[in-house]
């Protein structure tokens, strides 16, 4: 058998598109409860990177037929030792070193630019969980990688959702929040916030619980989240936001973010929720939280399942999805190696 890796070329569209199928087909196998994977996603994955990155993707091939993909994020801005590493292996072709041939290549493009240090995630159990097979945990484990951080990803059944119960939340949370007021948008943020939400993003990390996970602060100033917003469109994300706006000042201060990949009109993701540390204890999270939900589902008619990540150890976050009826699904652990 002949094992070969080589870097895709963005523009060799049969690589992408066999690169595609093996996505699917492993996600297919490893998070079944995920709706199939969006292609136009995945192909801006390769085509357009956030601002920052340099991303380089290879592919395996077992005599001529591509196998498995690794992908390397390499970090210009910011956590410059660190690289995310993706790395997939058809379900068919497993258990044949493919995995780490392609990681043994991924550490070598690290060591190249001068990283120290590899950061992947990989489906967990979950507390309680029956055992079952967790192929990334073991091939993490294999390498010498650490467990650093332990998400949870919780699901919110739309069609169970208390409505008259979340209408009492919202109403709580506003009745604490005097002094704020919320606005809303679609897509792109209104130019006057984009300085505001630049603050929030860089703090972003600085505030959430990362376990061991060696990982620094990011550098987000307005250009950034003006490209990042690029590299949103080009993977057709809909993109629903509520933020929480501070009277007296003026300035953007809490900020809650769901989106929807170009595939689906079912299946939302909810990703940031942040409120300044000046700002905290008024309920401004759960209030732009909470809002959104209403304002994307108002535009989003036939949403039936959101998924959200969270630090098991981020308590607060935690308490405020539970309150909304969020219910853990799957857990997923950041694997961290020092190379
Ligand atoms: C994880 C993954 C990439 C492994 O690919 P692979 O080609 O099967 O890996 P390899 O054959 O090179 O396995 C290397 C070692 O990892 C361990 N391993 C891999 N899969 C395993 C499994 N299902 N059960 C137990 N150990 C496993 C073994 O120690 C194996 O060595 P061995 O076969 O000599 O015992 C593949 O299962 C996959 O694509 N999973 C989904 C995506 C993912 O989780 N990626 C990892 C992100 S950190």
Redesign the pocket.
């Known amino acids: 058998m002949d094992l070969d890796i080589a870097t895709i070329d963005p523009a060799d569209q049969s690589t992408l598109d066999a690169a595609y199928r ?1 996505a699917a087909a ?1 996600g297919a ?2 998070e079944p409860d995920l709706p199939p994977l969006c292609r136009r996603r995945f192909e801006a994955l390769v085509r357009h990177p956030m601002p920052g990155i340099d991303t380089r993707w290879s592919v395996a091939r077992l005599d001529g037929v591509p ?2 993909w690794v992908r390397v994020d390499l970090h210009l801005l910011d956590n410059i030792e660190n690289a995310g ?7 068919a ?11 043994a290549y991924a550490r070598r493009q690290l060591r190249e630019a001068g990283c120290t240090r590899a950061v ?4 967990a159990a979950l507390p309680g969980e029956q055992e079952r ?11 010498g ?1 650490k467990a650093a951080l332990v998400d949870v990803r919780r699901r919110l059944d739309v069609a169970a959702l208390d409505r008259p119960r979340l209408a009492a939340l919202l109403a709580d949370a506003r009745a604490a929040a005097a002094g704020y007021r919320t606005v809303r948008w679609q897509g792109h943020p209104p130019e006057e916030y984009v300085a505001d939400l630049a603050h929030l993003e860089g703090r972003l990390l600085a505030d959430a619980p990362l376990g061991d996970l060696a990982w620094e602060p990011e550098k987000v100033d307005a250009e950034r989240i003006r490209g990042m917003e690029r590299a949103l469109d080009a993977r057709g994300i809909r993109r629903y936001s509520v933020a929480a706006v501070h009277e007296g000042s003026g300035r953007l201060i809490g900020w809650s973010l769901l989106s929807l990949a170009a595939n689906t009109t079912r299946y939302a993701l909810q990703q940031i929720t942040i409120v300044d540390p000046a700002h905290r204890g008024h309920r401004l999270g759960l209030l732009c939280k909470a809002e959104n939900l209403e304002h994307t589902l108002a535009y989003e008619p036939e949403l039936d399942v959101i998924d959200t990540y969270n630090a098991a150890a981020n308590t607060h976050m935690i308490a405020v999805n539970e309150q909304l009826g969020f219910r853990p699904a799957a857990g997923s652990t950041d ?1 961290q190696l020092t190379i």
């Open positions: 093996i492993a196998v490893d196998v498995g590493v993706d790395l997939v292996v058809d379900p072709y497993r258990r044949r070193g493919v995995g780490r041939a392609l990681f992947g995630s990989a489906v097979e967790l192929p990334g945990a073991a091939f993490a484990a294999a390498l990688a694997w």
